[in-house]
């Protein structure tokens, strides 16, 4: 990237950018964070909030406190005059298994914890408050 003397209302010029996204306007903006400010981002640019929810300021651990932020996030998407279906909802999971405890910290029970069968309740529930993408981050010390 150069910057130009005379560049643009942008503040740059004689960039490209190739090949060219497939997607009009622009490819999908995720935007992430569970802080109000992300909120606000989200409401405003986003296409998508994809919130990790590990942050311990503001913890997505039940299903009471993603209905919570959700419904904030929509709030915030009417204010900024926008459709508050044009931003999707999606999660990210770092803690899950048998391994996860068994409580949230706000007492319910914790999202996606214990075995299979009890960490896969909760899906429907999030499915029907428009949560349509759940990453889940599989740690390792190797690629195998």
Known sequence: MRRNST????????????????????????????????????????DAWYPIGTNPQNP?????????????????VTE???DPKAVALSLRVTVFGETA???ASDGEHRLFAGPPALACRRY???????????DFGFGGSTAR
Not at 16 to 32: D, T
Not at 124 to 134: E, F, Y
Request: hydrophobic fraction near 35%.
């Open 7 to 46: 560049a643009s209302t942008s503040g740059f010029s004689n960039i490209g950018f190739a090949p060219k996204p497939l997607q009009k306007p622009h490819p999908p903006i995720w935007v992430g964070g569970e802080s109000g400010p992300a909120l606000r981002r989200a409401a405003r640019l986003g």
């Open 80 to 82: 900024a005059g926008r």
């Open 101 to 103: 405890p068994p409580q």
């Open 60 to 76: 997505l651990d039940s299903l009471t406190r993603i209905k919570t932020q959700a419904g904030r996030l929509r709030k915030m």
């Open 124 to 134: 429907p529930a999030l499915r029907d408050m428009g949560v349509g993408c759940i």
